[in-house]
């Protein structure tokens, strides 16, 4: 998969509206090289994992591979599991360098990922947060596991009810735990800059994406209508 970026040398020349130029996409959102104009570039995306995966699933469906669309939504929801209940183990006072060690007992089964994110999640706001319903569930079973090949409708289905789950839970986190998650997105953001080392200039970016936590998409598309 490509993701857009944007040279800041370029964009200072034209006075803010640089050309978008794309790469292959890497997991560690760093990029590094020469924009397609010859400058150097030592450039970052904030792009959190689940938001990167939710995009991957998109791109996926537009060339026709269905399954592997599932399968990336499948990931990007326990992602956001993980980023969900790190906010609100943060918000309880739970270090970083914790939560990594007792996450580490979970991760590696999606269902405890599940099982523990709607622990916390109902601790903190008295409520069931919005899952997949049965029907979803099995469909994702059938197709991680048996090696099902879902048809298009049932692809989007999917999507769209992952989309849900998701965007409920950042609706909420957004209006209750909005330091948290700004807190949360900055550790992400300072792991990133430590890879850049002490090489200068650099830069960060926030690419567009179905999902992002910085401004809740549904909520705008809403505004609009």
């Known amino acids: 998969m490509k993701i857009s970026l944007m040279c800041p ?3 200072q020349a034209a006075g803010g509206f640089g050309t978008w130029f794309v ?5 560690d959102g760093l990029y590094t090289g020469k924009c397609p104009k010859g400058h150097e570039l030592l450039l970052a995306t904030q792009t959190l994992p ?3 995966l939710f995009e991957i699933a998109v791109n996926a469906i537009k060339d026709g591979y269905n399954r ?6 499948t990931a990007s929801m326990e992602r956001f599991f993980e980023f969900a209940s790190k906010v609100i183990a943060r918000k309880r006072d739970v270090s970083a360098e914790l939560f990594e060690v007792v996450w580490k007992d979970v991760a590696r089964q999606s269902e405890r990922q599940r099982g523990a ?3 916390l999640y109902v601790s903190e706001f008295k409520a069931m947060p919005s899952r997949l319903s ?6 994702r079973n059938e197709v991680v596991h048996q090696g099902k090949l879902p048809e298009l409708k049932q ?3 999917f999507g769209k009810a992952v989309y849900e789950v998701i965007q409920e839970s950042v609706r909420q986190l957004r209006a209750t735990d909005l330091d948290q998650v700004n807190a949360v997105l900055g550790e992400h953001v300072t792991e990133i800059a430590k890879k850049m080392g002490s090489a200068y200039p650099r830069t960060f970016q926030v690419t567009s994406t179905a999902l992002n936590i ?9 505004r609009r209508v």
């Open 9 to 11: 040398t370029c964009a």
């Open 23 to 27: 790469e292959t996409i890497r997991e």
């Open 50 to 52: 689940h938001e990167l």
């Open 68 to 73: 592997e669309a599932v399968s990336s939504f």
């Open 117 to 119: 994110y709607v622990f």
């Open 134 to 139: 049965t029907k979803m569930t099995e469909l």
């Open 155 to 157: 692809t989007l289905e």
């Open 214 to 222: 910085i401004d809740d998409v549904s909520r705008s598309e809403e």
